[in-house]
């Protein structure tokens, strides 16, 4: 079973760390990372325009990061260990209200999302990983329960 570790450094949205936790093991398990260690910050706008500005040079906040430790000179030391995912939920309540989807929604997207980066996919590698990023995205969003129809709008920016 996944070891899965959630943390917060924002106050302001009520998240349910169960049910994020129960999502973020579902996924685990279907990609195959039954012993999987996983670590998934929620953050504040403010902490997420900070780390993409060290990380990624963009002085702006994002949706959602991935720190992955299976890449790198010492990547292979602990394969088990995935890595971070750092989600920024007033960015996931927006995208939520701007595309009539629910907040729990945008959160299981951007988990989805960040998950599928550490294990690998990279929808900035080209158009055929970006489609294979995105059919896995919608089908790992259906077996959470969700329509992979309400999350176009998502995938189709990704390319």
């Known amino acids: ?9 924002q106050s302001r949205i009520e998240t349910n760390r169960r049910r994020i936790k129960s999502a973020a093991n579902r996924i685990l398990n279907a ?15 403010e902490e997420m325009a900070g780390l ?6 963009k002085d702006t906040s994002t949706d959602v990061l991935s ?3 299976r890449e790198g000179e010492f990547g292979d030391v602990c394969e088990e260990v995935l890595g971070d995912v750092v989600i ?3 960015m996931a309540k927006r995208m939520g209200e ?3 989807a629910s907040f729990q929604s945008v959160m299981d997207l951007l988990l989805v999302h960040g998950i599928l980066h550490l294990v690998g996919h990279d929808h900035e590698q ?14 790992l969003l259906k077996m959470l329960g969700h329509s992979a ?11």
């Open 1 to 9: 079973m996944p070891l899965i570790q959630i943390s917060e450094k």
């Open 31 to 45: 990609l195959g990372f039954t012993d999987a260690e996983l670590s998934i910050l929620i953050v504040d706008d």
């Open 52 to 57: 993409n500005s060290t990380y990624r040079r």
């Open 67 to 69: 720190f992955p430790m």
């Open 88 to 90: 920024c939920a007033p």
């Open 98 to 100: 701007l595309h009539g």
């Open 126 to 139: 080209g158009r055929g990983e970006a489609a294979r990023m995105a059919d896995k995205t919608m089908e």
């Open 149 to 159: 129809e309400s999350f176009a709008w998502y995938v189709d920016g990704q390319d």
